[in-house]
């Protein structure tokens, strides 16, 4: 059955192992999202796992688990599965996965710390905004206070992560108070790297169902534009961090690692608004 199920994955992993964990979204009621609308959520069983990770090359240095959210299934098969690709897999020094804010807090820090030591290297986090009022509009399930406790968390933990933004989510005339929301929110931790998507309206999808209505107006291109530079002009790292739009949904791709580079990153979008 899992074999037949969408597979996602980001860019950065496009030559990663890819080990099938879930299948479908376990929570999928963000208004935005359509990847998963039509497939059923459930776990693949362990006997499957095991079977694909014995068929696996054995110096394979990093895997990526596939499914919306494979956290969600929680610290007791987190930690089996982890065991068992160590078994099979003993040189993957990192494991990655898309995890959610919502799963995270299910975890307590020394539940994450045990699944760092056991190969948890990287998780990719959609954090979207950092507005309450947005976060609640495309029903994302989590508030930014939860947000900033569950990073804090995996920062103590040593578990490194993607932040994963949305510009545009906010709608028209609001670019800027979101761009300077969403980085005082990033301020208050320390993500390995912030990556940008451009909010794209899928059909049948709820948040299109409310532009449909005028209840919700995009902004224009140049306006999303803006909210980049904002976005990059108000985050103050405490440590060095990627700053990452290249992204395929992204109206301008740009790559480079704050603080050093945020000039030259602000000159770029600069350029691209004044064409």
């Known amino acids: 059955m899992y074999k037949n199920a969408n597979v996602f994955y980001p860019q950065d992993e496009m030559t990663t192992v890819l080990l099938p964990v879930t299948i479908g979204c ?37 895997v990526f688990l596939t499914g919306a959210d494979p956290m969600s299934i929680g610290f007791d098969k987190m930690n089996k599965l982890l065991n068992m690709i160590r078994k ?55 508030t930014v206070n939860e947000a ?22 906010a709608g028209k005339g609001q670019s800027v108070d979101n761009a300077v929301a969403t980085a005082n929110m990033i301020n208050k931790f320390s993500p ?21 209505k005028g209840s919700f107006i995009p902004p224009s291109g140049v306006e999303r534009l803006l909210e980049i530079k904002i976005l990059l002009e108000n985050l103050e790292p405490a440590q060095p961090m990627t700053f990452d739009t290249t992204h395929p949904t992204n109206i301008i791709k740009i790559k480079g690692t704050l603080p050093h580079d945020k000039d030259r990153l602000i000159d770029e979008v600069d350029r691209r608004i004044n064409l």
């Open 88 to 142: 099979h897999l003993p040189y993957c020094a990192c494991v990655a996965s898309y995890a959610s804010i919502r799963s995270i807090s299910k975890y307590s820090l020394e539940e994450l710390s045990i699944l760092h030591n056991l190969g948890l290297r990287l998780l990719y986090i959609g954090f979207e905004t950092g507005r309450d009022d947005v976060l609640k509009l495309v029903n994302k399930a989590h």
């Open 148 to 169: 900033i406790t569950q990073a804090k968390k995996l920062n103590e933990a040593k578990i490194p992560f993607n932040s994963i933004i949305m510009y545009g989510i």
């Open 26 to 62: 376990s929570y999928n009621k963000c208004t935005f999202c359509s990847m998963y609308k039509d497939e059923k959520y459930s776990e693949v069983p362990f006997p499957a796992i095991e079977m694909e990770l014995k068929h696996g090359y054995k110096y394979t240095e990093k």
């Open 192 to 212: 390995r790297s912030v990556i940008t998507m451009n909010l794209t309206v899928f059909s049948g999808t709820e948040l299109h169902k409310t532009i449909e």
